[in-house]
């Protein structure tokens, strides 16, 4: 198993628990050369890819500081755009480059793996909401 995690801490923490079976790989997901770098590293390492699991994902507590004037509502931050990076286009980047590699092992799974916060029919109460909805609509693909 590779473990990707922005910092490799945790990852490597699991790999001295488990030994050769945990490849810690530190990986950004929202990058696309972080990804494709870490996917590679796993071929290497292993010799192939039979699953991927999309487990990414990050929260934020506002969706921006201060309020709109006479609307009371929140500005829509940077960090939202953030938060969108790793819920959602990860799973995107990290499909497309293991792909090809699932497809060579002849047989392998994808498990795109959501947050009820963008869980239908609830509303969008949160900014993970959306990106998550879309995992959502991306699992059923």
Request: with cysteine; glycine share 8%; net charge neutral.
């Amino acid at each position: 198993m590779a473990a990707l995690d922005v910092n490799a801490v945790g990852p490597r923490a699991l790999a001295d628990d488990l030994g050769d079976a945990v490849l810690a790989v530190e990986c950004d997901v929202s990058k696309a050369e972080s990804v494709r770098g870490a996917v590679r590293s796993t071929v290497q390492h292993f010799g192939a890819v039979n699953v991927l699991s999309n487990n990414a994902g990050v929260s934020i507590r506002s969706p921006g500081s201060g309020t709109i004037p006479r609307t009371g509502r929140r500005p829509i931050s940077e960090a939202l755009f953030d938060l969108v990076s790793v819920n959602l286009k990860s799973q995107f980047l990290m499909s497309k480059y293991t792909i090809p590699h699932l497809l060579d092992a002849g047989g392998a799974a994808i498990a795109n793996v959501p947050s009820l916060a963008g869980a239908p029919p609830a509303p969008p109460t949160t900014p993970i909401a959306p990106p998550r909805a879309g995992c959502w609509a991306s699992a059923s693909l």
